[in-house]
């Protein structure tokens, strides 16, 4: 993909650096890299991306998004400086897979509660009516009549896009998706469009991550 498509709607400070670019893949893990990638340095619940920049100009990155300007900068690198690196993250991949988020009917599940058991009956009966679905949930992502192993209740923001636009190749018509409280906090779900929104229920859950039940 060119660079500059793939920062269609992204928000930049400063941009340092040629955008007349391919990219080979989008990538948050630097221990995934390869030539030609562009690296998102995020901020997780136990590191920090910005750390690992130089790991991933050394793995091949010559393209990195970040929300501060390192004080190793190398020439030859493109660096991109925005105000949220999880905001710029979801734009990437929904950019680099071609937003396939707005080519099927997307139902986003949310709730404390409830979330897997909706999604699961809302796939089953949407197939019965003889519609291409998917689904992503915490026991298993399905693409039609495929069914692969889940690792998390929703995906990363890269993940997720790969995954909708699979569906899309494989004509899905709809797709219905658990929404975790943390997924949206972490901005996985940023750019999405969704056609419909179900929210289940709220309890005093969660707050070992959100803090208070005001901010859940």
């Known amino acids: 993909r060119r660079l500059q498509d793939?920062?269609?709607?992204i928000k930049t400070k400063d941009i340092y650096g040629s955008l007349e670019l391919k990219v080979n893949n989008?990538?948050?893990?630097?221990?995934?890299?390869s030539k030609g990638?562009?690296?998102?340095?995020i901020k997780g619940v136990t590191y920090n991306g910005e750390d690992y920049i130089n790991h991933a100009i050394e793995s091949g990155a010559y393209v990195i998004v970040t929300e501060h300007l390192t004080y190793d900068f190398q020439k030859g690198i493109t660096y991109i400086i925005v105000n949220s690196s999880r905001k710029a993250l979801a734009i990437i991949a929904g950019n680099y897979y071609d937003n396939p988020s707005k080519k099927l009917h997307l139902v986003g599940v949310t709730g404390t509660n409830g979330k897997t058991t909706i999604v699961s009956l809302?796939?089953?009966?949407?197939?019965h009516l003889n519609c291409k679905t998917g689904m992503l949930s915490t026991i298993e992502n399905k693409i039609?009549?495929?069914?692969?192993?889940?690792?998390y209740t929703t995906p990363d923001a890269i993940e997720i896009q790969r995954?909708?636009?699979?569906m899309v190749d494989a004509g899905c018509e709809y797709c219905f998706m658990e929404?975790?409280?943390h997924a949206v906090s972490q901005y996985r779900t940023y750019g999405l469009i969704f056609s419909l929104g179900i929210f289940s229920n709220i309890t005093h859950d969660h707050l070992?991550?959100?803090?208070t039940f005001k901010e859940y």
């Open 6 to 9: 793939l920062l269609l709607n």
């Open 26 to 33: 989008v990538q948050f893990d630097s221990r995934n890299i």
């Open 122 to 127: 809302l796939e089953q009966l949407f197939r």
């Open 144 to 151: 039609q009549n495929k069914s692969f192993i889940s690792q």
């Open 163 to 166: 995954l909708l636009s699979e």
């Open 37 to 41: 990638d562009i690296f998102i340095a």
């Open 179 to 181: 929404v975790s409280s």
């Open 208 to 211: 070992d991550y959100h803090k």
